[in-house]
C-alpha cells in the first residue's frame, strides 16, 4: 500500500468536499480495503456493504483527519478493523436479515479461484483466529504492508505489531494442526 | 521484510501470500462511489468514540463510588440490633452507708464495671420497685434479675418487699438485659402504728431478718 500521488493535496481537497478528490482517495484505496475485508468475513455481499461503508464513513469523519505522518490507509484500515468488529456483534441480527437469495448467490472464492483445498482450509483457519491476530497476518503477509504502516493501523507500536505477527503465526499453525502445515508445503511446492 | 522464519512458519507465510485475492467487481465499484460521493451531503459523523471517556476511566470512577458507599457503610453507627448481647452482671463494693433520712434509709453504691462487648450508644433506664426475691446474689424486681456479687454487703441488709431502684442502660433494647451503673435502695419505713418497743429489745424484725440472711448466706457458701 503505496500512498497515493499528491495524497496530502488530496485530502485537504477532500476535507472542503471536492467530490474528484474523495473520488481518487475512494479509487485508491478501495480495493485494498475490499481485500482486507473481504478476508475478514463471511462473503462477498457482506465485504461490499462494509467497503461501502468504511468510505462512507471517510468521508464523513474527513473533517477530523489529521495527517500525523501515517499514510491515509492506515485510517482506513482502523476504520474498516472496527466496523468489522461492530459487524461480528451484530452478525446474527445480520445474517437474519439477509434474504435467502443472497445467502444462496455467494461463492467461496478460493474454491473457483485457487481450486486448492489447502489454502480454503488455511482461509478458515486464519477466520477463526482473534481479530487482532487476523488483521496482522492480513496486512503484512497478503497485504504486503511494513510493519509502521501495520502498527499505525492497529493503533499499535511497531514492536507490539512484530509481537503480534509472531503469536498470531503461531496461533493459525496450532489451529492448522502439523499435518495441515504438512499439506500447505507440499501444496506450496506443487504451486 | 527478511525474516528468519522457521520452516513451518515460512510454509504459513507462504500459504498466506498465495491466497486468492478477490477484487471488488467493477459495477460494484460505481455503486459504492456514487454512495461515498453522495457521504459528501451527509452531516459529519459526531465526536469519534476516542474523545469519549476510555473504559479504563469510567471503571476507576465505578471502583471509586462503590469504595466510597462501602466506606460510609462501615462508618455508620452499628444499629443495637446488631449488638452483642451483653450480659448484666451487676458488682458492687457497696459500702453499705444507710441514713435515715425522713423515715427514708437510702443506701449508696460504687457504679458496678459493667461488662458489655457492645459499642452501641445505650439507653438509661430506670428499674425502680419491690424486690420479690433474693435467691443467692440474685435480685428480682418485676420478673428483671439483677445479679450481684454473693458476698455483695448490700445482700445483707435486702430483703423482699424492699425497694431497690437500679439505674441502668440498656444497650440492645432488651429490658431483660441491663447493665447497672447505679443503684439505691429506698426503704419506707412504715409509720409506727403502735408505741414502740421497750428500750433494748431492739428491732425484731431487723435482727431477724439479719440472722434469716446470714442463714442465706451460709446457704450460699
Known sequence: ?191 | MSQNFTPDEQALVDGLRKLPRTELPAQSVETIRTRVIAALDLPPLPAPDGSALPPIIWISIVILIAGSVLVGIALLPRQPAAAPAPTMTMETNMDATMDTINGVRTATATPPPATSTSTAAPRRLVIEGPVSAIDGGRVTIYDTTIVLRADDPVLATLRPGERLRVVCVDDDGNPAVVIAVEFSIVITVAAPAAPPPPAGSGGSSSSSGDDDDDDDDDDDD
Open chain 1, 1 to 191: 500500500m503505496q500512498p497515493l500521488d499528491n495524497e496530502r493535496q488530496l485530502i485537504q481537497q477532500a476535507q472542503q468536499k471536492d467530490k474528484e478528490a474523495v473520488a481518487l482517495l475512494y479509487d485508491g484505496y478501495v480495493q485494498a480495503i475490499f481485500r482486507y475485508v473481504r478476508y475478514r468475513v463471511e462473503s462477498d455481499y457482506e465485504a461490499e456493504e462494509l467497503t461501502a461503508e468504511v468510505f462512507v464513513r471517510m468521508v464523513r469523519g474527513l473533517s477530523r483527519y489529521r495527517d500525523e505522518g501515517a499514510p491515509f490507509g492506515a485510517w482506513l484500515y482502523r476504520i474498516a478493523g472496527n466496523l468489522i468488529t461492530d459487524h461480528y456483534r451484530g452478525r446474527k441480527r445480520k445474517q437474519e436479515q439477509l434474504s435467502e437469495s443472497q445467502v444462496s448467490d455467494e461463492t467461496d472464492p478460493f474454491g473457483k479461484a485457487a481450486r486448492a483445498e489447502e489454502y480454503a482450509r488455511l482461509h478458515r483457519a486464519l477466520k477463526q483466529l482473534p481479530s487482532d491476530y487476523q488483521t496482522v497476518l492480513i496486512l503484512r503477509f497478503i497485504e504486503e504492508l511494513p510493519y509502521e504502516a501495520v502498527a499505525r493501523s492497529m493503533n499499535k507500536t511497531e514492536q507490539a505489531a512484530r509481537v503480534l505477527q509472531h503469536r498470531a503465526l503461531k496461533a493459525l499453525g496450532e489451529r492448522l494442526g502439523a499435518t495441515g502445515v504438512q499439506a500447505l508445503l507440499r501444496a506450496g511446492e506443487v504451486i
